[in-house]
């Protein structure tokens, strides 16, 4: 998969960039709705990388995972004090838009490049860290089945199960394979390509069958856990991802 129409490298903000931001405003201020507008404001944008004020916002994990929420929550700051703030905080913390759209309207209104990059980033992040979540909530069940404490469990149980080692290991892995330096703690950015690296190492270490199954879990727990997703109802994993 290409990102031809979506920069992968860090940039100032391009004029359409510009363009977006000021898309936003002058819709918002003609009395279109805030979600509408910010959505036709992401499919403007270009830029993947940037730092404002000091912080980070990567949009696109990986090369082709499309961060959506973070670049809503970037835009939603060029327009603070124009939006219901409760609405803003169900969308940007707890994922639930203002408005219920359906799939290809919510495709057509970013574009369908950046859809199939938002499918990539819900399979292979969002998804991902349910099915760690997922497994690690087993694990503690079985533990008090068996009358141990959860708190002498550990994620690494629940890694090694997916894929078939460590978490450590892994993130040990995934540090030389992207020439990362060694570190005690994890960012949020480092976090969420963490992710993505397992989905891919997952597609290509294990079986069809298991990672239909493992991606069938990952998606019943998002769904009881009443997770709001903007995707099609599918229970396979999507063919854009790579």
């Known amino acids: 998969m290409t990102s ?7 940039l100032p903000p391009t004029p359409t960039d510009e363009e ?15 979600y509408i507008a910010l959505l036709e404001a992401i499919g403007l944008w270009q830029t993947t990388e940037e730092t404002v004020d000091g912080r980070l916002y990567r949009y696109l994990i990986g090369g082709d995972a499309f961060d959506w929420l973070l670049l809503a929550e970037r835009l939603c700051r060029e327009v603070d004090g124009l939006l219901p703030e409760d609405e803003k905080t169900a969308l940007l913390f707890h994922g639930k ?3 219920g759209l359906a799939v290809d309207e919510f495709e057509k209104l970013i574009g369908s490049h950046k859809y199939r990059q938002y499918l990539n980033y819900f399979y292979g992040v ?12 087993e694990v503690h069940k079985e533990r008090r089945s068996l009358g141990l404490s959860k708190g002498h469990s550990s994620p690494d149980e629940a890694y090694s199960r997916i894929y078939g080692t460590t ?23 480092e976090l969420k390509e963490f992710a993505y690296w397992l ?12 990672v239909a199954s493992d991606t069938n879990k990952a998606l019943e727990w998002l769904k009881s856990n009443a997770v709001t997703t903007t995707r099609d109802d599918q229970p396979e994993v999507h063919g854009e991802t790579g």
């Open 167 to 189: 978490q450590s290991e892994m993130l040990k892995q995934f540090r030389r394979e992207k020439g990362y330096p060694r570190s005690r703690s994890t960012g949020l950015t």
């Open 126 to 137: 969002t998804a991902e860290e349910a099915l760690i979540q997922t497994v690690e909530e």
């Open 97 to 99: 838009p203002p408005l």
């Open 199 to 210: 989905f891919k190492y997952r597609l290509d270490h294990c079986d069809k069958a298991r």
């Open 20 to 34: 977006a931001i000021r898309h936003l405003k002058e819709a918002i201020a003609s009395g279109k709705h805030w």
């Open 4 to 10: 031809a129409n979506f920069q992968s490298q860090p």
